[in-house]
């Protein structure tokens, strides 16, 4: 079966700690490795997590604060350093056009790969050429621009080894019926709907730093795997409301709303040194499959239902 998991580089917000590496986040997903948020340190986090330069096909950045993007001149001179064969596509707001520049060329080195820049403009579906999934975008609430990331896998079909069976259809005749919709079996056609049933397309979204709003919502509505910061806890819910952040219960009422599957919490202040209180104040409120991410943490996407 293809592999598809989170890899979490880092998970502090605004400054690194002696445990948590600034914000790094790598969504592998069937030969896909969609990088988010590459924090300060992210190449040397890849290194330690064991996972190849080779391995990044696309780089989504939410917004231009350094937290979330000091990264990118390592991790892009890493990816030509390495050369692998297929380009890498950037994703970021386009308001950040002149950040994103400064970033890509912060120093001297020889380009091999080719990065090709996306600017997200607005909020929709992106381009995402060759990627088995759909991308797409939704403004969040911060005080620089700043945009969510979901990424859903189209709804497809699933065999029935029994219908197949009794109606005699093996070996390549599968494929065939897979690959044409139907098959003709002697006197009958066979349509692929009589062998087959409805299978739900996976999804995930990586949602940082905003207050809460309505991208927060569209982002995580029947996700199989949320990504979401909890920077702050209730107790300071006016600092996460002035400087535009999340408390852990907000994130995880926000996820039980929206029928989430797999909650990962990260973006944590280092005002709290313990996460005990997010994990408790989250409980309260979401009752599936809850993570505190930690740095060098990997979390499958959940099993199909």
């Not at 890509?104 to 929709?124: D, I, N, Q």
């Not at 219908?163 to 019926?177: H, S």
């Amino acid at each position: 079966m293809s592999q598809r998991e989170l890899v979490v580089l880092g998970t502090a917000s605004q400054v690194p700690t002696r445990h948590r590496n600034h914000n790094g986040y790598l969504l592998q997903w069937d030969g896909e490795g969609v990088l988010f948020d590459p924090g300060e340190g992210t190449q040397r986090q890849l290194l330690h997590a064991g996972v190849s330069a080779h391995a990044i096909t696309r780089i989504c950045v939410t917004h231009f604060h350094g937290d979330h993007c000091l990264g990118l001149p390592g991790v892009i001179q890493r990816i030509n350093l390495d050369r692998p064969p297929h380009a890498v596509s950037a994703y970021y707001p386009a308001s950040g056009q002149h950040w994103f520049e400064r970033l890509r060329h912060a120093s001297a080195f020889h380009e091999t790969v080719e990065l090709r820049p996306e600017p997200v403009a607005a909020a929709g579906e992106l381009k995402a050429e060759g990627a088995p999934f759909a991308l797409e975008a939704v403004a969040l609430s911060h005080p620089v621009d700043c945009f969510g990331y979901r990424i859903t896998e189209p709804d497809g079909r699933r065999l029935l080894p029994g219908r197949l069976a009794a109606l005699g259809i093996a070996g390549p005749a599968v494929g065939e019926l897979q690959r044409q919709g139907s098959l003709v079996l002697g006197d009958r056609t066979v349509a692929l709907d009589e062998v087959s049933e409805p299978r739900k397309g996976q999804s995930a979204a990586f949602v940082m730093d905003t207050r809460m709003c309505a991208g927060v919502e569209e982002l995580a509505a029947g996700v199989d795997l949320l990504v979401i910061e909890a920077t702050f806890l209730e107790a300071d819910a006016r600092l996460a409301r002035d400087h535009g952040h999340l408390t852990a219960a907000q994130a995880a009422r926000a996820a039980a709303a929206a029928g989430v599957r797999t909650l990962v919490l990260t973006h944590f202040s280092q005002r709290y040194p313990d996460p005990a209180g997010h994990l408790a104040e989250a409980r309260r409120y979401f009752d599936g499959e809850l993570v505190l991410a930690e740095d060098l943490m990997r979390v499958p996407v959940p099993k199909r239902e």
